[in-house]
T-cell receptor, first 114, second 113 residues
């Protein structure tokens, strides 16, 4: 069983469209994250959710919105897509942030905006 | 979180031990050292973490200097599948927190056959 799964794996879309990326974890973790890896391979955290509350919101455009229907899912919605949104998006989960916490990552969703 | 410095790239022969250094001279007393790696086209993978003492698990060993200003990740018998970017991350392990990971540029480790 895949611990953290994302769908779709690849997503090609036109500028201005609205799209969603789904993420599910079967580890029973209470915290989920979204990271963005740009073309220069820098990995940056975008959001995290803990007990259905947004804990971190970095300097991410409000076109991006995480939605968590339950503890096992954290979907990423993106409105009005722009060329600069092209990147690989990774979902991750962990059990809190205490000592010994390790994050498990999904395989990534490669988003290409044309 | 404290800043880390790692070499951009390293080579290691297959079957030999790979030793990846990391400097974190501004680390504070409540910050842990974490190592993750990212194999090409995959998500990052947790390897090991430690506070003061050396640590070992099935994947690797982590050696932290006594002053905690630097550490070394050791892959004892490197294989071709260990070719990846290795990230050294220093962070506070806050109980109940969810502050995520701050990735630097990492070290691109290339295992040579």
């Amino acid at each position: 069983d895949t611990a953290v799964s994302q769908t779709p794996k690849y997503l090609v879309t036109q500028m201005g469209n609205d799209k969603s990326i789904k993420c599910e974890q079967n580890l029973g973790h209470d915290t989920m994250y979204w990271y963005k890896q740009d073309s220069k391979k820098f990995l940056k955290i975008m959001f995290s959710y803990n007990n259905k509350e947004l804990i971190i919101n970095e300097t991410v455009p409000n076109r991006f919105s995480p939605k968590s229907p339950d503890k096992a899912h954290l979907n990423l919605h993106i409105n009005s897509l722009e060329l600069g949104d092209s990147a690989v998006y990774f979902c991750a989960s962990s059990q809190g942030g205490g000592a010994g916490t390790e994050a498990f990552f999904g395989q990534g969703t490669r988003l290409t905006v044309v | 979180d404290a800043k880390t410095t790692q070499p951009t790239s390293m080579d290691c022969a297959e079957g030999r031990a790979a030793n990846l250094p990391c400097n974190h001279s501004t680390i504070s007393g409540n910050e842990y050292v974490y190592w993750y790696r990212q194999i090409h086209s995959q998500g990052p993978q947790y390897i090991i973490h430690g506070l003061k003492n050396n640590e070992t698990n099935e994947m690797a060993s982590l050696i932290i200097t006594e002053d905690r200003k630097s550490s070394t990740l050791i892959l004892p018998h490197a294989t071709l599948r260990d070719t990846a970017v290795y990230y050294c991350i220093v962070r506070v392990a806050s109980v109940g927190g969810a502050d995520g990971l701050t990735f630097g540029k990492g070290t691109h480790l290339i295992i040579q056959p």
